[in-house]
Nanobody, 122 residues
């Protein structure tokens, strides 16, 4: 099991940027594919981005493609989500999660962080 802690959330105006971090402990992050998910009030948790464990291949939800960038630094045991051109509809709690492979379905992710709030004002 790996413990995950997100940070970097906050309040930002539309068009602004934030960088989220997800720090891992307990096991080395390089053993996992890492995903970011988000959950807005009254909505289901949804996939945002994923990065593979070995080659750093990435995939994104259509709603964030071209605006968000997922990356990882295995030496620091940390995964990042750079969020640019933020929109009010990006407002949500953002979670990072670890999985054995590259998946889009949250049920494939066994270890989750506690989440960090991102609020985008119009």
């Amino acid at each position: 099991q790996v413990q995950l802690v997100e940070s970097g959330g906050g309040l930002v105006q539309a068009g602004g940027s934030l960088r989220l971090s997800c720090a891992a402990s307990g096991r080395t992050l390089s053993s996992y594919a890492m995903g970011w998910f988000r959950q807005a009030p009254g909505k289901e948790r949804e996939f945002v981005a994923v990065i593979s464990r070995r080659f750093g291949s990435t995939n994104y939800a259509d709603s964030v493609k071209g605006r968000f960038i997922i990356s990882r630094d295995n030496a620091k045991n940390t995964v990042y989500l750079q969020m640019n051109s933020l929109k009010p509809e990006d407002t949500a709690v953002y979670y990072c999660a670890a999985s054995a492979g590259v998946y889009y379905d949250l049920v494939e992710y066994k270890d989750w962080g506690q989440g960090t709030q991102v609020t985008v004002s119009s």
